[in-house]
């Protein structure tokens, strides 16, 4: 159980706090409602460089990383497709720097040239390093449009293209921030040395003057049902084939998702799971093998993707794939598999909780999904998961019109 | 309410430092427990002096490491998986140069069941043939994929030419390495460095009595003798200092500027490090400043002091635009020279003080850390002062002894430079 409070500033800022005596720091998690899914299709990557831009100064701070550094904080930031998470751990006594820092940066950015122009090039640096230098680095460049005919998760987070980011003006991004960035569009978690007479105290002091904005209402496109298989074969320079099978699953706050998390875990969680042990240890087709969930919010995949061992014909590789997944429809998993896998994702999270980071991480992005108190509901909902409701569920999922398959071919 | 004011903060003066009850077991094996914590779970590391700088053979350290848990004497490879999953729990092995072994995560609850599996697969692995050779076909698969990466092929060429190709430190293995492992080699090698030699135990999270209790009858009657200690090579740097490999269809280039250098054993240790901070290891550093932040040419740079038994290494480490890479070197020594003529002004020198001292306060936050923390400590033969000091060291250093630390290890042309990338023409 992870006990914490929840209130709400005038502004509708919402505010989490759990505290943990047991740690000297306070970790401060800010959570704002905008991802890659918001950005204009002509100006993607933006929610990203945005991130990025964050840290270039806020109206009344030059520098943000100097003071929190003063303070003996540490902080980082990441973007996806459904939102953009920034965090910071600092001493306990430190606390109100923390909270100076987050406050004047969602009141108002320092929107300069100089700090444009020097992180578009960061990110271009960033595009380079983990999407284009990289062996497979651009898989998910070629997966997204693929699966995605309409809805913008069809681009990743980094940008469609470089070019997106080339162009970004600083008009664009005053608008981006005034439209997204907002008390009203955020939550924010305490959690660590910290009560909750001291976070309200303390919240209201600096968050309470920041206005509520008018948020750019969302009304993203939905994407349509797949009707039928598809295909995309691309080849690259790297060393081995790879195979990539998509599968559409319902949103993240479906009733379903924990038995689609439970097969994903019956297939792949851990070196004893069907796809490891058959595919890759009995029959050597794989020299690694993994099913996940991609757990976006609005309507994610479950993926299925290994590197082919040297020889291995990839038809065959993928028709393997193909008989494990039937054998899901098919066969109901056993007592003890079942029992297996909830034992895993339990202890699992129990690990995760000895972290006051984590904890602040995960009570935000359930806050997000709509009520932080989900946090202590997960155990629950994996134990009532039935091999009834796997059955069920793995029909559903594994039918050959809702799949997207991508050979990454070696060159040659 | 003044926003352009930095509210009042304190620095951090003391760190409280849980020292870790030392428990000998009946065969004379030290375990180190931190008990702390609100959760019934578990940290155990078994801790080995069973480094690649142990073995004769390239790769022999690591396969071993690897083909331990691929089954035991009573457990197949599935077995154990099945076993551990079962259990919730996760178990992990490492090496470095110079240490290698396994932790296991368990729920305190099954302490007992997931014990007896580490047990085994310490003191009873089968070396099965079929897994060696699963497990080197997706080594070498891997091994290939590895060496398309500009970083890779920067790190190992780097390390080869400041500690030497046939260094314990320097060596790098080949492809064809992969294929002369042989099961006796395997097999030779536990038997030296892990049936019959001594090793540390560190748990950490909720200890129970019978958690110690069960760690006594597991691992404390086995007889263990100390290991010899071995005599090993001094370092052979390469006589050239720069080094370009051409990479065709880069588009970045990995950077590495470095040198070998003192470890945690020597005085200047803690200052080094503190210049080192300095330099490039923090997001505020002279080197992100200046290359990231003002020119755009990365997306990372940072400078580290990485402390091994035997040496210690100094490096700075990048992957940079490759139109840029010569600029790039070029602001990295600037940066480094700067360090050995100008004194670093106070107010920079406080706050990479504070830095340091919470990045200290976070490794000694939550069991899992504070454990992590005494081994390093233990691993190099060291007690408690070697904590009091650093953070002494930190509080006193001054930018007079900065500018001398960085004149005695930043010597003129004492750095070794390796640039992989695409040389276009």
């Known amino acids: 159980m992870i006990e914490f409070d929840r209130f709400e500033l005038d502004n509708k800022l919402k505010v989490i706090v759990h505290e943990d005596k047991t740690s000297p720091l306070v970790a401060v998690n800010l959570l704002y409602d905008i991802g890659a899914k918001d950005e204009n299709p002509e100006m993607t990557g933006f929610a990203h460089l945005f991130e990025h831009l964050m840290f270039g100064g806020s109206k009344n701070i030059p520098s943000y990383d100097t003071p929190l550094q003063q303070a003996a904080g540490e902080n980082n930031a990441f973007t996806n497709n459904d939102y953009t998470n920034y965090y910071l751990t600092i001493p306990k006594s430190n606390i109100e720097t923390g909270l100076w820092l987050e406050s004047d940066r969602m009141l108002e950015l320092a929107f300069t040239q100089k700090s444009l122009d020097v992180q578009k090039q960061v990110v271009i640096e960033e595009f380079k390093q983990r999407y284009l230098n990289q062996p497979y680095g651009d898989t998910w460049l070629h997966l997204r449009p693929l699966v995605y005919k309409e809805h913008p998760y069809q681009w990743p987070t980094i940008g469609k293209d470089i070019s997106h980011i080339e162009n970004a003006n600083l008009d664009d991004v005053k608008d981006f921030f005034f439209k997204h960035y907002a008390p009203n569009n955020a939550n924010l978690c305490l959690s660590g040395n910290i009560n909750l007479t001291e976070a309200k105290e303390l919240t209201n002091k600096w968050f309470g003057d920041i206005p509520a904005r008018q948020i750019k209402a969302r009304n993203l496109p939905v994407e349509p049902k797949q009707t039928e298989a598809r295909f995309l074969q691309v080849e690259k320079n790297v060393p081995f084939d790879l195979i990539f099978k998509a599968y559409h699953m319902p949103r993240r706050r479906s009733a379903n998702f924990h038995n689609l998390d439970l097969i994903s875990d019956v297939l792949s969680n851990g070196k004893s799971a069907r796809l490891f042990q058959r595919l890759v240890k009995e029959k050597k087709l794989f020299s690694d093998l993994n099913a996940y969930l991609t757990g976006e919010l609005e309507c994610g995949l479950l993926i299925v993707t290994g590197k082919l061992i040297k020889g291995i014909n990839i038809q065959d590789a993928d028709a393997a794939i193909q008989e494990e997944l039937l054998i899901m429809t098919k066969e109901l998993v056993s007592d003890y598999e079942l029992q297996k896998v909830k034992n895993k994702v339990e202890a699992t999270l129990l690990y995760n909780d000895s972290n006051i980071l984590n904890k602040a991480m995960s009570l935000s992005f359930y806050e997000l999904l709509g009520d932080a108190n989900l946090i202590n509901q997960e155990i629950n909902k994996y134990q009532k998961v039935t091999k009834e409701d796997i059955l069920k569920e793995s029909q559903q999922l594994f039918q050959a019109s809702n799949c997207s398959t991508m050979y990454y071919l070696a060159k040659n | ?425």
């Open chain 2, 1 to 425: 309410m003044n926003r352009t004011i930095q509210p009042k903060y304190s620095r951090i003066d003391t760190i409280d430092i849980q020292q870790a009850k030392v428990i000998t077991l009946s065969n004379g094996i030290k375990v180190y427990t931190i008990d702390a914590g609100d959760n019934d779970i578990l940290k155990v590391d078994f801790v080995f002096d069973a480094g690649t700088k142990y073995q004769d053979k390239s790769l022999i350290a690591s396969t071993t490491n690897s083909l331990m848990q691929e089954g035991t004497i009573n457990y197949n490879s599935e077995q154990i998986a099945e076993k551990f999953d079962f259990y919730g729990a996760f178990w992990n092995r490492f090496i470095d140069r110079d240490f290698a072994g396994f932790t296991l995560y368990t729920l305190t609850k099954y302490d007992k069941e997931t014990l007896e599996i580490a047990r085994e697969i310490i003191f009873e692995p089968a070396f099965i043939d079929k897994e060696l050779e699963t497990y080197l076909i997706k080594q070498k698969q891997q091994f290939e994929i590895e060496q398309t990466k500009v970083n890779t092929l920067a790190r190992n060429k780097y390390t080869q030419v400041v500690f030497g190709e046939e260094h314990i430190y320097g060596k790098v293995a080949k492809l064809k390495d992969f294929d002369l492992i042989t099961k006796e080699d395997l097999i030779q090698f536990h038997k030296t460095y892990y049936e019959t030699s001594e090793f540390q135990i560190f748990i950490s999270g909720k200890i129970s009595d019978q958690v110690l209790e069960d760690i006594e009858q597991l691992f404390g009657s086995a007889k263990k003798t100390k290991q010899l200690k071995k005599a090993f090579e001094p370092i052979q740097p390469s006589s050239e200092k720069r080094f370009f490999v051409q990479k065709d269809d880069a588009v970045q280039a990995s950077i590495r500027i470095g040198k070998a250098s003192i470890n945690k054993h020597h005085r200047d240790y803690p200052g080094f490090n503190v210049l080192s901070t300095i330099l490039g290891g923090y997001f505020g550093s002279r080197l992100i400043t200046n290359i990231r932040e003002d020119k755009g040419y990365t997306y990372g740079i940072y400078s580290v002091l990485h402390s091994l038994k035997e040496a210690g290494n100094f490096a700075i480490m990048t992957e940079v635009g490759n139109e840029v890479s010569q600029e790039a070197v070029k602001e990295i020594y600037f940066e480094i020279d700067r360090l050995k003529t100008e004194f670093v002004p106070e107010e920079e020198l406080q706050l990479v003080k504070n830095y340091m001292m919470g990045d200290l306060l976070r490794s000694f936050d939550g069991p899992f850390a504070i454990s992590e923390s005494v081994r390093s400590m233990v691993d190099y033969g060291l007690n408690y002062d070697y904590f009091s000091n650093f953070i002494t060291e930190i509080k006193n250093i001054d930018s007079k002894r900065i500018m001398e630390l960085a004149n005695t290890y930043f010597e003129e042309d004492s750095f070794y430079e390796v640039v992989v990338g695409n040389k276009q023409e």
